[in-house]
């Protein structure tokens, strides 16, 4: 009986050697992810950051030769229907970079999430593994 009990124990370990390699797999692969994402939100920040001194520069620019809308008028010249061009340009940019930049952000805090849940879950099976390793 008590070599059935030890060989049941075994097979346990066994398994549970199995979840915790795959789980510390996982936790390694979310740990490139988090990395990843966080390179990517810096990238997008120092672009959205570019496209929004551009934007200045170029409001700037509008509102120095009195330009009040970006709506074309009739009396446009060609400088002034560029640079309201630019400024719809400039503002579509800022709004896709700052919505990738949002999504990046989501998808980090996600991850990291989802990494203490692994990590829960790694540690409640390690000390399950040394409670049964200690019994045998």
């Not at 939100?41 to 950051?49: F, H, I, R, S």
């Not at 805090?109 to 879950?121: G, R, Y």
């Amino acid at each position: 009986m008590e070599s059935l009990r030890k060989e049941i124990a075994e097979l346990h370990l066994s398994n549970l050697d199995n979840s915790i390699d795959q789980l510390e797999t996982h936790l390694a692969n979310l740990t490139h992810r988090r990395a990843k994402a966080q390179n990517d939100k810096k990238t997008y920040q120092v672009t959205l950051d570019f496209h929004k001194a551009n934007l200045g520069t170029a409001i700037e620019r509008a509102y120095e030769g009195e330009i009040s809308t970006l709506d074309p008028q009739p009396d446009d010249t060609p400088v002034i229907t560029r640079t309201k061009k630019g400024i719809a340009s400039l503002l579509n940019s800022v709004y896709v970079w700052e919505r990738e930049l949002r999504e990046t952000l989501q998808n980090v805090m996600a991850t990291e999430e989802e990494m203490d849940t692994v990590s829960d879950q790694l540690e409640t099976l390690q000390k399950l593994r040394e409670d049964i390793a200690k019994s045998l």
